[in-house]
Nanobody
Framework: QVQLVESGGGLVQAGGSLRLSCVAS????????MGWYRQAPGKQRELVAT???????NYVDSVKGRFTISRDNAKNTGYLQMNRLKPEDTAVYYC?????????????WGQGTQVTVSS
């Protein structure tokens, strides 16, 4: 069974930085696209950033220039480096990945990690 586990969330002051990690474990053949989403209270979940297996990245406009998504394929791990954080970045951040396992591609979600940015 494949699992995604996020870590690295916490409380930080505006202007600070956090680095989120997402570790995939289980019977994994290959991880295709990975992404980070976030959901603030009372709002819909939104896409923050994605990265393909080849390293092509894409970001929502609100985080461009501040956040960097990356991955270490050897470690089955994805990262989200968040700099110059703003109070509006406060949300639960979720890792998402398309993973080939046992001959099938499935989409997986992590349990989420809370990021709180104080003003």
């Amino acid at each position: 069974q494949v699992q995604l586990v996020e870590s690295g969330g916490g409380l930080v002051q505006a202007g600070g930085s956090l680095r989120l990690s997402c570790v995939a474990s289980g019977s994994i053949f290959i991880i295709s696209a990975m992404g980070w989403y976030r959901q603030a209270p009372g709002k819909q979940r939104e896409l923050v950033a994605t990265i393909t297996s080849g390293g092509f990245t894409n970001y929502v406009d609100s985080v461009k220039g501040r956040f960097t998504i990356s991955r270490d394929n050897a470690k089955n791990t994805g990262y989200l480096q968040m700099n110059r954080l703003k109070p509006e970045d406060t949300a639960v951040y979720y890792c998402n990945a398309d993973i080939y396992s046992a001959g099938w591609k499935s989409n997986y979600w992590g349990q989420g990690t809370q990021v709180t940015v104080s003003s």
